[in-house]
């Protein structure tokens, strides 16, 4: 009998020390998904996406906004009537896959 106390204690002793050592184990983050950043697109296609979406938007379409693209930073620049076609345009710019930055070079007419 005192061959199963000592046996069962041990054992107590060998779970507990098991679950603590356990429980101080530094969580592991998980793997990102890809990201934006991630995604290897061509400054000539974010150029191109972001152009054609300034164009089919009604806010800024008759606008002439320039676009430009160097290592996904987007320099959007031109003249529209309002704050809000400007904000428009930069929420299209940003919304780009594969745009990094958004410069923001747009100007309001006088």
Do not use: Y
């Not at 041990?10 to 990102?32: E, R």
């Not at 300034?54 to 676009?67: M, R, S, T, W, Y």
């Amino acid at each position: 009998m005192k061959q199963r106390t000592c046996a069962a204690r041990w054992a107590i002793a060998l779970t507990t020390a098991m679950a603590l050592v356990g429980c101080n184990k530094t969580p592991q983050a998980p793997m990102p998904l890809a990201t934006a950043e991630a995604v290897n697109v061509s400054d000539t296609d974010v150029t191109e996406h972001v152009k054609t979406a300034l164009q089919q938007n009604d806010a800024v379409k008759g606008f002439d906004i320039a676009v430009v693209t160097t290592k996904g930073d987007v320099r959007l620049s031109g003249e529209v009537n309002l704050p809000s076609q400007m904000e428009a345009a930069l929420r299209i710019a940003r919304a780009a896959e594969g745009a990094h930055t958004i410069h923001n070079e747009i100007t309001l007419k006088k």
